[in-house]
């Protein structure tokens, strides 16, 4: 497809497992960026890669959230030892120049 | 800290009159300022944008104010459709720094028939 893809849709696990979310960005975009929204609220960065730099990790909201990217190509967000908190929905972007297009995200259930 | 506040959670507009949404921005790093729509279930999408160096852009229906001095930036739409009731965020970064976003907390838009 031209968009980015988000899989799973939804994912709905127990407290305390990992998770691993993925993100297809569109073709050719250098950046990628992960945001999450908590419900009733806006999106929240997590964390942005562009190209082969260093990712900005600043959002990343503790040591149990990482993410990695392959090339300019796919990347994973793993969450590990989910708690309730981390219930959202996860978005990815991509972008070439000025504006990011979104995924239609992850929504993520911690029972 | 709320850097780009949507006061408003939600605004009513009948089909053919103005929808103006609002958005205002505490952080003076801020050049470069974007609108984005979002349906339920899906990714938000990219409407429209303005830089500091303006304080006008206009795109067909929409277009976007921005006021520095008041730190104040506003989306008007006009004439509003049904099919334009949907969530709005205003998003803000420096110019130049292609990285991270910082959205508001969204508006949502009800045009009524």
């Known amino acids: 497809g031209a968009g980015v893809s988000q899989s799973p849709s939804n994912k709905v696990t127990e407290k305390g497992k990992d998770v691993e979310l993925r993100c297809d960005p569109i073709?050719?975009?250098?950046?990628l960026y992960w945001y999450r929204q908590r419900l009733g609220q806006g999106l929240e960065f997590l964390i942005y890669?562009?190209?082969?730099?260093?990712?900005?990790k600043s959002g990343l909201p503790s040591d149990r959230f990482s993410a990695e990217r392959t090339g300019e190509s796919v990347s994973t967000l793993t969450i590990q030892r989910t708690q309730q908190e981390d219930s959202a929905v996860y978005l990815c972007?991509?972008?070439?120049?000025?504006?990011?297009?979104f995924g239609d995200g992850t929504r993520l259930s911690i029972l | 800290d709320q850097q780009v506040k949507q006061n408003s959670p939600s605004l009513s507009v009948q089909e053919g009159r103005i929808s103006i949404l609002n958005c205002d921005y505490t952080?003076?790093?801020?050049?470069?300022f974007l609108w984005y729509k979002k349906y339920p279930a899906e990714g938000p999408t990219f409407l429209i944008s303005?830089?500091?160096?303006?304080d006008k852009n206009e795109d067909g229906r929409f277009t976007v104010f921005l006021n520095k001095s008041a730190k104040h930036l506003s989306l008007h739409i006009v004439p509003s459709q049904p099919g334009d009731s949907a969530v709005y965020f205003c998003?803000?970064?420096?110019?130049?720094?292609?990285?991270?976003?910082?959205f508001g907390q969204g508006t949502i838009l009800t045009v009524h028939p």
């Open positions: 972007a991509s972008s070439l120049g000025e504006s990011q297009h």
């Open positions: 073709s050719g975009h250098t950046a």
């Open positions: 890669f562009q190209g082969n730099s260093a990712p900005d």
């Open positions: 952080n003076s790093m801020f050049d470069y």
């Open positions: 303005i830089s500091s160096i303006k």
């Open positions: 998003a803000a970064r420096p110019l130049g720094s292609y990285g991270k976003l910082t």
